[in-house]
């Protein structure tokens, strides 16, 4: 044995930090558990994605026409990946509390927090290893896409990409807050409850909230499950990835708070509010951030180039003072086809909603129920419509502009393809769980002591 | 002694090392601190958890070859923890806290589990590496035990110091030239 040497806090390395972590989430049961749980749930999305899109096909192909409303991104990547986002809400917390709850529990975290590193590094460590086990249960999802692939199907590298960066960021997101969760509990199972209950409590925010107007959408806003929408619908929003990566700093900062045990909670507190801060900033600015990119093959974020390029040249403010419900149907239409677009292209919008639920409960209200007014400098027009046809054309004559002459030549064409994915059901419901049983039998094999001979 | 390494809030007081104050960020170059009753990384082979902490020290093969081999672990180096008995669970506890390279090691009850044959061996081992220049606090409860191996003992009861120093200057304070300190424990409390 060498004599003792002082030594400094910040020089230990990380990998057999990491290397520790890694192992400790591969040596437990949840997520092996979770990627069998994934197999059979994700295997039953796929086929029954596959042959919804295959009966839509057969009739895009009698007439084609109908075949530029196939796109492969909502028919089979969304909801393939739906039943991963379920999996990643309902089972991810207990695959990630494990790195920090276990600790707790059988007293190893007394021995971790005197180790040469920041609580900080900790943490972070906990979450790459948490990151790492989230690709690892994204297998059985990206098999299902290799499979859509090898059946003939097309996938879009931007969209695909895209959605996968949402998952991970919801993954991320989700880890993050299992790991503050399983900082401030006393036991694996109370962590447990605290990230379910913030998980599953965003569903019951999306239910009962979902469409109301002021303050009750604000709150809406900040659901868990409202972060994948824009990218299933093939947004790449910059603001979105701000909020959600300011978020996921902030579980991660909370964390680092909370869990050295030899500091006094009024001075943990105090932290807390610092970090609460630094993340209410963060997502203030991210709300101020408008930047998006639409990465779909079809474009349906967005108005034709040639509209897009003209209307980004028009600054002055247009407001519009939208006479509809926010549950009423064409309230949606209106937002889909002509207001989010507007909103990404022109750099001067303001929307506000004058409708109420009366109107809607009622059916009548008054005459100008349904109506929505344009307002571009000291000129203005009302329209019902919902439709970028009509509506483009009126804000063109507001601002005393010509429309761009239509282009050609870039149409969708849509990808409707018939196939039958029975034969997939062998490797969801077969060979895909028997190879993850014989890599966690290969995982808790008795291993050779060759990793102590070099450290 | 889990207050002193800062695992549990202090209300008042300072440390003072080698005659300097030791503030509460400087403790873990100086200090480490052994718990009673963990069990780390139960589902890990007990050789990775070992290699871990070698890991973080940057030991080399050889010096982990001696820690592990003078605590009696190589056997059950293959063994996943929850696997081990109490025994060698502190083994394992023993040979991570020796790896450290701090100067004070602090052990809480560092013998429970041991029978006397194995006691004595760690004694020894503790008393190798405390003859290299590190020092040791143990906190033992068997007074048999701590009079083995401790050249210094802070007596505690009810919370109180009720005595404090070597076996022969406790020995002159209770006036029993021949007494064990089990009797002069008794004798001060």
């Not at chain 1, 030594?7 to 040596?27: D, F, G, M, T």
């Not at chain 2, 170059?29 to 902490?53: C, H, I, K, M, W």
């Amino acid at each position: 044995m060498r004599s003792p040497k002082p030594h400094v806090a910040q020089s230990a390395p990380l990998r057999p930090l990491l290397a520790k972590e890694v192992r400790e989430i591969l040596s437990g049961r949840s997520l092996w558990t979770m990627l069998l749980l994934l197999c059979p749930l994700i295997g039953y999305s796929f086929l029954q994605a596959v042959s919804l899109y295959s009966e839509s096909s057969s009739a895009a192909l009698q007439s084609p026409v109908l075949a530029n409303s196939l796109s492969p991104l909502d028919g089979i990547l969304v909801p393939t990946l739906g039943s991963f986002y379920v999996a990643v809400t309902l089972l991810f917390p207990f695959v990630a509390i494990r790195v920090l709850g276990q600790e707790k529990e059988s007293g190893a975290l007394r021995l971790l927090v005197q180790l040469p590193y920041r609580s900080s590094t900790l943490v972070v460590m906990k979450l790459v290893a948490v990151i790492l086990a989230w690709l690892f249960a994204s297998l059985p999802a990206l098999s299902a896409l290799a499979v859509w692939r090898t059946l003939g199907g097309h996938l879009s590298l931007a969209e695909t990409s895209n959605l996968l960066f949402g998952h991970l960021l919801y993954g991320t997101l989700v880890g993050a807050l299992a790991l503050f969760a399983a900082s401030i509990a006393e036991s694996a199972a109370t962590a447990a409850i605290i990230a379910l209950a913030v998980t599953i409590g965003s569903w019951v925010l999306d239910f009962t909230v979902a469409g109301q107007p002021g303050l009750l959408a604000w709150i809406a806003k900040l659901s868990l499950t409202q972060t994948l929408r824009p990218f299933e619908q093939g947004l790449l929003s910059g603001g979105l990835v701000l909020g959600i990566a300011g978020v996921i700093g902030g579980f991660i900062a909370l964390a680092s708070v909370w869990l050295p045990p030899g500091i006094p909670p009024y001075e943990k507190l105090r932290r807390s509010v610092l970090c609460i801060l630094a993340v209410a900033a963060i997502l203030g600015a991210a709300i101020q951030g408008g930047w998006s990119v639409d990465v779909t093959e079809d474009r349906r974020n967005s108005f034709a180039t040639t509209d897009q390029q003209l209307l980004a040249t028009l600054r002055l403010p247009l407001v519009i003072k939208v006479q509809l419900a926010p549950e009423d149907p064409r309230y949606a239409d209106l937002q889909r086809n002509v207001l989010s677009k507007l909103d990404r292209a022109m750099p001067n919008l303001s929307v506000s909603l004058a409708g109420s639920r009366q109107y809607a409960a009622t059916g009548s209200g008054d005459e100008s129920y349904g109506e929505v007014e344009y307002v571009y400098g000291n000129r203005s027009d009302v329209s019902r419509s919902t439709s970028p046809r009509e509506i483009l054309p009126l804000i063109y004559n507001l601002a005393g502009v010509s429309p761009p002459p239509p282009t050609a030549g870039s149409e969708y064409p849509g990808y409707p393809l018939v196939v039958s994915a029975s034969v997939t059901l062998f490797w969801f419901f077969g060979a895909l769980p028997l190879l993850i049983a014989l890599c966690w039998w290969w995982s808790r094999r008795p291993r050779s002591l060759r990793s102590l001979s070099r450290t | 002694m889990e207050t002193l390494v800062g695992l549990l809030a202090a209300d008042s007081g300072e440390i003072v090392w080698r005659s300097e104050p030791l503030p509460a960020s400087r403790r873990r170059n100086v200090l480490f601190y052994l718990p009673d009753g963990a069990r780390p990384y139960q589902d890990q082979v007990t050789a990775e958890v070992v290699s871990f902490f070698a890991g973080v020290y940057r030991r080399s093969a050889g010096e982990i070859d001696a820690t592990l081999t003078s605590v009696g672990l190589k056997s059950v180096l293959h063994k996943r923890v929850h696997a081990l008995s109490k025994g060698y669970n502190r083994r394992l506890l023993l040979a991570l806290v020796l790896s450290t390279p701090h100067e004070l090691l602090l052990m809480d009850a560092p013998f429970d589990g041991f029978d006397l044959r194995q006691t004595r061996d760690i004694i020894g081992v503790l008393r190798h590496h405390a003859e290299r220049g590190r020092t040791f606090a143990l906190a033992i409860h068997q007074l048999a035990d701590a009079e083995r191996v401790c050249d210094r003992f802070v007596l505690l009861a009810g919370g109180q110091v009720r005595g404090l120093g070597t076996l022969d200057e406790l020995r002159s304070e209770t006036s029993l030239p021949n007494g064990s300190l089990e009797d002069i424990f008794l004798a001060l409390t």
